[in-house]
């Protein structure tokens, strides 16, 4: 439509199935990579992408054209599959149902952009599901331990 403007930021998280730390450092610059190219195609901005073993977050400038649940799923299924196709792992890859999408404003890209590539650092300090919970809390996001991820069964929510 003309005349129209949007300017969105998304800050995407996800884990791999049962937390399995799968994601090997001889493997993660080239998901990474590959995931870049899905996002790319989807008409989104890649910002920054950074993966851990078990999880992985991505910071996109998105594209209103396509829904948040579609890119996540293009996003797991084809990263999924790429990860099959090139025998990455001897075990059974998959991601783990569900994910985290936080929004965040242009004067917050650079802040952003350096906690999602610091991915490592920030893990040496805190836990992913430390983490996890924090952006929950933060963002105020009511959940139910049931529709958290596997690791979240003992986890209720705070005031």
């Known amino acids: 439509m003309a005349n129209t403007y949007v300017q969105a930021y998304f800050h995407l998280v996800f884990a791999v199935k049962f937390r399995q730390s ?24 890649l910002i920054a992408i950074g993966s851990m073993p078990d999880h992985i977050h991505i910071f ?26 090139q025998n990455l792992t001897r075990s059974k890859f998959q991601w783990q149902q569900g994910y985290g999408a936080f929004t965040y404003s242009h004067s917050q890209i650079a802040i952003v952009a350096k906690y999602v590539l610091n991915q ?40």
């Open 120 to 159: 490592e650092a920030h893990h040496r300090k805190n836990t992913f599901k430390e983490e996890y919970l924090d952006m929950m809390h933060k963002f105020q996001v009511e959940f139910k331990n049931e529709y958290m991820f596997d690791f979240f069964n003992d986890v209720n929510y705070r005031e």
């Open 60 to 85: 996109i400038g998105y594209n209103v054209n396509q829904t948040i649940p579609v890119l996540v799923e293009t996003i797991k299924t084809s990263s999924d599959q790429w990860i099959k196709t």
């Open 22 to 45: 799968l994601i090997q450092k001889s493997w993660k610059d080239d998901l990474e990579k590959y995931i870049t190219g899905i996002i790319q195609k989807q008409g989104h901005k």
